[in-house]
């Protein structure tokens, strides 16, 4: 893999947020602006792996492959329908990761060892590594976070989704601390927001007022397009460009790649 590239884990621990549609729409859009993306599906779920068209038969070697038995992240990355996007699939099989790495030497640093090892062969680097997150603090979530540069976090426009950031704070405060000090906080994105909904734009002013710049302008409104993709196995982005869920992923593709080119004059 390219030392070049970004290393994003998509995470909140309060499930149904959109996390998994952002990480897969998210994806796309940064492809379709011409970047190289891997995604790492963490989830024993799989559903990003569903999501983008890898159908659970074709799942010959996975994160779990990578995680466990050590197999280069080349091998398991595997093209999906969008030109430059990549994905490494998941399965059931991720279940047991807590259990048979319990003794292993690097237990929380086995993705991050993966993903930094030189690559195999003339294998392209990536720009941009989105992790899907399992909803839980787990060896999974821990892993991902060990091997990435910032987090972005999905949040959605609901009362009980402050309480769930609180806790995603204090996780990844927990992880600059103990397994991966440069860890920041790359952006949240506002996700489901329904604008015939006080609650929407009460949650937004609320996120904003405590975050300020760290929020994204580009928010993910509710959206019945990209709802449906998931069931066809496409990103919403291939199964309805103008619907308004997949411009608000362009809108925030474009915004996450001005952020890391300010990101880069400053350093």
Avoid at 22 to 40: D, E, F, H, S
Avoid at 67 to 93: K, M, N, S, Y
Avoid at 220 to 248: H, M, T, W
Wanted: aromatic content about 4%; glycine content about 6%; hydrophobic content about 45%.
């Amino acid at each position: 893999m390219s030392v070049k590239s970004r290393v994003l884990a998509v995470s909140n621990q309060k499930g149904g947020v959109g996390k998994t549609t952002t990480a897969i729409n998210l994806g796309t859009a940064l492809a379709a602006i011409g970047q190289r993306v891997l995604i790492v599906d963490m989830d024993p779920q799989g559903n990003a792996s569903t999501g983008l068209g890898v159908p659970r038969e074709t799942r010959r070697v996975t994160i779990y492959d990578v995680i466990v038995d050590g197999r280069p992240v080349q091998e398991a990355a595997v093209a999906t329908q969008v030109p430059g996007l990549h994905i490494i699939p998941a399965d059931a099989d991720m279940s047991g990761v807590e259990i048979e790495l319990s003794q292993a030497d690097r237990r929380s640093y086995r993705l991050s060892d993966a993903l930094h090892a030189p690559p195999v062969g003339s294998a392209a680097p990536y720009d941009y590594v989105l992790i899907d997150c399992p909803p839980s603090l787990n060896l999974l979530t821990l892993n991902a976070m060990a091997a990435a540069d910032a987090v972005l976090v999905p949040l959605q426009c609901e009362f009980f989704a402050l309480e769930g950031l609180t806790q995603l704070m204090k996780t990844i405060e927990m992880v600059r601390q103990s397994l991966n000090p440069k860890l920041e906080i790359q952006g949240l994105v506002l996700t489901m927001y329904d604008r015939r909904n006080a609650l929407s734009g009460q949650v937004e002013a609320d996120v904003r007022a405590h975050f300020g710049d760290k929020v994204y302008d580009a928010v993910i409104p509710r959206n019945v397009r990209v709802s449906e993709a998931p069931s066809f196995g496409k990103p919403a982005l291939i199964y309805d460009l103008k619907c308004a869920g997949s411009q608000a992923y362009l809108r925030l593709a474009r915004e996450v790649v001005a952020r890391e080119r300010t990101r880069l004059q400053v350093a």
